[in-house]
């Protein structure tokens, strides 16, 4: 599981909705293209994050919260692939419907990836938040103790 700290911004009847803040060390160090609690942070800090929950928070709160990494891994493994059969997709459609002996084939065909490549992100964008909470569950452990002044 990787674990981040959240801040409760909000709460209604059945939801505490979180944010996460990117920790000070994160950015400045030399692993972040394989640290899994930094794409965890990169993911989860886009929006405040709606949890479902028992416990008793107020607005302020800071709580533990924890993803699964194979969920994790998944998500990342959608977000980059997708996109990627979506341009080859496209350019193999548009192939076989233009005539490749035409002038303007490879444009078509070009186009066709192109507007294939970017239709797949704006649906990923779309989904993401109900990919987030639907699929990747993240699942308050525990509030945290206010830090002693």
Known sequence: MI?????????????????????????????????????ATQVLSKKALPIAT????????????????????MASLIVY????????????????IVDTRSEDA?????????????ASLKLINMAQQQLILKWMRPVIIRKLLPPQV
């Open 54 to 73: 028992a416990l008793p928070l107020n607005t302020g709160d800071q709580v533990l919260i924890a993803i699964e990494e194979r969920a994790l891994v």
């Open 3 to 39: 674990e981040e700290i959240a801040t409760v911004v909000s709460q209604d009847a059945r939801y505490v909705w979180l944010t996460i803040e990117r920790s000070a060390g994160c950015g400045a160090c030399q692993q972040q293209s394989t640290c899994m609690p930094h794409a």
């Open 106 to 118: 490879d444009l078509w065909i070009a186009g066709s990836a192109v507007v294939s490549f970017v």
């Open 81 to 96: 692939i997708l996109p990627l059969l979506a341009l080859f997709i496209g350019a193999g459609i548009a192939s076989g």
